[in-house]
C-alpha cells in the first residue's frame, strides 16, 4: 500500500516537484483544448485517412469509394481545427512566461509555427481541386486525372500535416513544462502516443496503407492515376499488370 500511495504521490505531483499545482484557468483550458486537437483528434484523424481507406467488411474492390474514413478524418480534422482555434483565442493578450520563461518563449514561438501548419492544411484542403471520374458527371476531374494541381496538394497536405502532428507533441510537451503540470499527465500522453504508434505499426505491416486513388476507382489499369505511382511513403497497391505503381511507394 505504501508503495502505491507513494506512486500516486509522485503522478499527482507537479513535474517541478512543487508541493502545489498552480495554473490561471484561461491556462488550463487553452491546454485541454491543445491537447484535445492536436494530441488527440487530429492523430486518429491522421490514421484514419491513411490506414482506414478500404475496411475488413468492405469487400473491395468490388465495393469501392467507401467514405467512412473520409467522414472520420473530416470530423476529426475539423474538430481539432475548432479546438485549437478556442485555445489559441485564450491565450491573447496574456503573459504566459510564469517562471520557466525560456521554455515559454520556445513554446509560444512553436506552437504558432503548428498553428499555421493546421490552418494551411485546411485552406489546401479547399484548394484540393475537383473529383472527377466514373461516378462524377463532368467525368474529367484533378483527382482522377492526376493533375499538377492534385500532386502538389497530395505532396503538401500528406507531408505538413505529419510534420505537424510530430511537431505538436514537442509543443505539447514544451507548454505540460510552462505550465508544471502533474506528472500523470505526460505519463498518459506518452502511453496514448505510444499506442497510437503501435496501431500505425500494425496496420502498416497489414498492409491498411492503401493508395487513395485505387480505393475510390479500384486497380483497373484503365484509370489514368492506376499509371502513376502512388504519392507518399508506404503507400499499398496490389499488383496490377502493365502500371507502373504496382506494389508500394517508398
Known sequence: ???????????????????VHEIAPWAAWHARCMVLAWGVAMPAGALAARYFKVLPDQGWPGRL??????????????????????????????????????????????????????????????LRGTKGGPTDRRM??????????????????????????????????????VADAPRWMGVALVAWWMLLGRLAWRWQRAGRCIDTYQAIWGPDPAHPGNRRRPIGWGVHRPAVPGTVSAGKAT
Open 1 to 19: 500500500m505504501n508503495a502505491l500511495a507513494d506512486a500516486m504521490r509522485w503522478l499527482l505531483a507537479p513535474m517541478s516537484g512543487a508541493p
Open 65 to 126: 469509394d467507401d467514405r467512412r474514413w473520409w467522414l472520420a478524418h473530416r470530423a476529426l480534422q475539423w474538430s481539432g481545427v475548432a479546438l485549437m482555434t478556442v485555445g489559441i483565442v485564450l491565450v491573447l493578450g496574456r503573459d504566459a512566461s510564469g517562471s520557466s520563461a525560456g521554455a515559454a518563449r520556445w513554446h509560444a514561438n512553436a506552437g504558432w509555427t503548428v498553428l499555421a501548419m493546421g490552418w494551411i492544411q485546411v485552406l489546401g484542403a479547399l
Open 140 to 177: 474529367r476531374g484533378d483527382h482522377y486525372d492526376v493533375t499538377r494541381r492534385r500532386i502538389w496538394f497530395e505532396r503538401v497536405h500528406k507531408g505538413l500535416g505529419w510534420a505537424a502532428l510530430f511537431g505538436a507533441v514537442g509543443v505539447i510537451g514544451l507548454g505540460l513544462v
